[in-house]
């Protein structure tokens, strides 16, 4: 997949164009880049995506925006799995955030990105204060050459697919519900680094996740599969928050122990899918009694993975 940036464009080929921040890359955003693909190829354009970094809300209110779903890396690899030719990533910078709807239009979807086929989502605004919408795009698109299109919301069990739903669900713990409306598990990428050892010396070795950011969906044990070390993925436990009972930094840490493993796997890209939530994270009064209950989430998670693969017991998806 072809990845460009920034204001400035250089000579590519005519695109049929979705745009939006697509976190999560849930199933409603996936409708609408098969649609996307689906019209790129019957009209023999190109399939783009225009996507913003950072999320606008991050800019505008960096302290109380929504936790990211998926990394900028992450997305455009959601992107690529669905076919996408194109991302075109667009810095929402203070500059960025000036630009009119018209200005944006005319200088970025005609001139510079040379759409001739236009998707955005039913409650799609763009533009300084938002203040471009659908009826704005279909009055600018004969005099710019392109047709415009409206994509319906998909529903998922009834419940609308988004981006808001997701994070609901993850923080609710609610890890199968999640897994059903983005229509895989939920997973973090990152790489494993150093950490400071404690696991391996209370016997539990980790596995130490670097995330790009801070402020995750979703905090607490969970029956995990690491993938990105082998054919097939591996089993284990991970943690995900604060580590109260051997940290006071407030930093959110992901820490994976994997089943019957012991090599050393510094430096590698890993996906981590959440399949269960076990429990909420929780201080202990020392090392002893935190290692005593590690012990148990290890044989919960692996009970959870005996009962996963019954197909007498099926995963219940209900929101």
């Known amino acids: 997949m072809l990845v460009t940036h920034g204001t400035t464009f250089r000579p590519c080929p005519e695109v049929a164009l979705t745009i939006g921040n697509f976190d999560g890359v849930h199933r409603g955003h996936q409708a609408m880049l098969q649609r996307l693909t689906q019209k790129a190829h019957a009209a023999g354009l190109m399939s783009c995506v225009l996507t913003f970094e950072p999320h606008p809300r991050?800019?505008?209110?960096p302290l109380n925006a929504?936790?990211?779903?998926?990394?900028?890396?992450?997305?455009?690899?959601?992107?690529a799995a669905q076919g996408v030719e194109r991302a075109h990533?667009?810095?929402?910078?203070?500059?960025?955030?000036?630009?009119?709807?018209a200005e944006f239009i005319e200088k970025i979807l005609h001139r510079g990105?040379?759409?001739?086929?236009?998707?955005?989502?039913?409650?799609?605004?763009?533009?300084?204060?938002?203040?471009?919408?659908?009826?704005?795009?279909?009055?600018?698109a004969a005099g710019c050459g392109f047709e415009v299109a409206a994509m319906d919301s998909v529903t998922v069990d009834g419940v609308r697919a988004s981006s808001t739903a997701v994070r609901e669900a993850l923080a609710a713990g609610k890890l199968e519900w999640a897994a059903h409306l983005l229509g895989r598990p939920y997973s973090i990428s990152g790489r494993v680094m150093h950490g400071e050892k404690l696991g391996r010396k209370?016997?539990?070795?980790?596995?130490?996740?670097?995330?790009?950011?801070n402020k995750p969906p979703l905090a607490g044990i969970f029956a995990v599969e690491l993938h990105?070390?082998?054919?097939?993925?591996?089993?284990?436990?991970?943690?995900?928050?604060?580590r109260p009972t051997v940290s006071d930094s407030g930093r959110a840490v992901l820490e994976v122990h994997l089943f019957?493993?012991?090599?050393?796997?510094?430096?590698?890209?890993?996906?981590v899918d959440f399949l269960h939530k076990l429990r909420d994270e929780e201080k202990y009064p020392d090392l002893d009694t935190l290692t005593r209950q590690?012990?148990?989430?290890?044989?919960?998670?692996?009970?959870?993975?005996?009962?996963?693969?019954?197909?007498?017991?099926?995963?219940?998806k209900t929101p």
Request: glycine share 10%.
């Open 113 to 140: 990105l040379q759409a001739k086929w236009v998707l955005v989502g039913d409650d799609f605004r763009f533009g300084a204060k938002r203040a471009g919408d659908f009826a704005l795009l279909q009055q600018s």
């Open 202 to 213: 209370i016997g539990f070795p980790t596995a130490n996740i670097r995330m790009k950011h």
């Open 228 to 242: 990105g070390l082998g054919e097939h993925g591996l089993q284990g436990v991970a943690s995900l928050g604060v």
């Open 294 to 316: 590690i012990a148990r989430d290890v044989e919960n998670a692996k009970a959870y993975f005996l009962t996963a693969t019954d197909p007498k017991c099926p995963t219940t």
């Open 89 to 101: 990533i667009c810095r929402f910078d203070a500059g960025f955030a000036r630009l009119g709807a």
């Open 66 to 79: 929504p936790a990211r779903l998926t990394s900028l890396r992450e997305k455009l690899e959601l992107f």
């Open 260 to 271: 019957d493993f012991d090599e050393h796997i510094y430096g590698h890209n890993v996906q």
């Open 58 to 61: 991050e800019f505008f209110d």
